[in-house]
């Protein structure tokens, strides 16, 4: 048996209304995925009206790709870096505190290479409170990062990350625990007041 592509279709797999998906097509190509810097505010509006849940404080830098924003949970003061992809074919959802920093890709489907036809094999992600994914990192479908987990730069996370710990590699292994600085989070506390 050999991998047969011309046998490909998506399945039960249903993104939205046609009507919805080309929409959101042009405004994420010429807002969200342009270098200029649109307002966050404008973005965060935006996705709400395509069904994202956008929690308050949010980031969102420029050239930002996002596949369906009506499968996106976002919340509170989380930071979404420039060139972020977001390919959710599933439902991606971000807890509070979330950093996705430059070039970070969230993949939540990939192909079953055990089947001639390769379907899609897809998976939600979330990524819990305080959680940071770096530069050029990748989070496979199915993964759940752990609150105040931390995937370092260029690394792939193809099983859930545990609370509290550094993950690094491919694929990613921990390396050591997390450890916030006391002094920093009162500073950051007094600030807020």
């Known amino acids: 048996m050999t991998t047969n592509l011309a ?9 939205g209304p046609k009507w919805k998906v080309l929409l959101w097509y042009f405004c994420n190509y010429y807002i969200f995925n342009s270098a200029f810097p649109w307002p966050y505010s404008l973005k965060g509006r935006l996705l709400k009206l395509f069904g994202a849940r956008i929690g308050k404080g949010f980031v969102i830098k420029t050239k ?3 596949k369906y924003p009506w499968l996106l949970t976002v919340g509170d003061h989380c ?3 420039e060139s ?5 074919l599933a439902p991606v959802t971000l807890g509070n505190h979330v950093c996705l920093s430059q070039g970070a890709l969230l993949l939540t489907g990939n192909h079953d290479y055990k089947r001639a036809d390769f379907p899609y094999r897809l998976g939600p992600i979330n990524i819990d409170n305080g959680a940071w994914i770096g530069a050029m990192a990748v ?3 199915g993964v759940t990062c752990g609150s105040h ?3 370092t730069v260029n690394s792939v996370a193809s ?5 509290w710990l550094i993950y690094s590699g491919n694929p990613a292994m921990a390396v050591r625990k997390r450890e916030i600085n006391a002094h920093t989070v009162t500073l950051l ?5």
Do not use: H, M
């Not at 972020?84 to 959710?88: H, K, S």
């Open 139 to 141: 989070v496979c479908a």
């Open 159 to 163: 099983k859930d990350l545990q609370p």
């Open 189 to 193: 506390n007094t600030a807020a007041i």
């Open 64 to 66: 930002v790709r996002i």
């Open 79 to 81: 930071w979404i870096g």
């Open 149 to 151: 987990a931390v995937l």
């Open 7 to 15: 046998a490909f279709n998506t399945g039960n797999y249903y993104a």
């Open 84 to 88: 972020v992809w977001i390919d959710n």
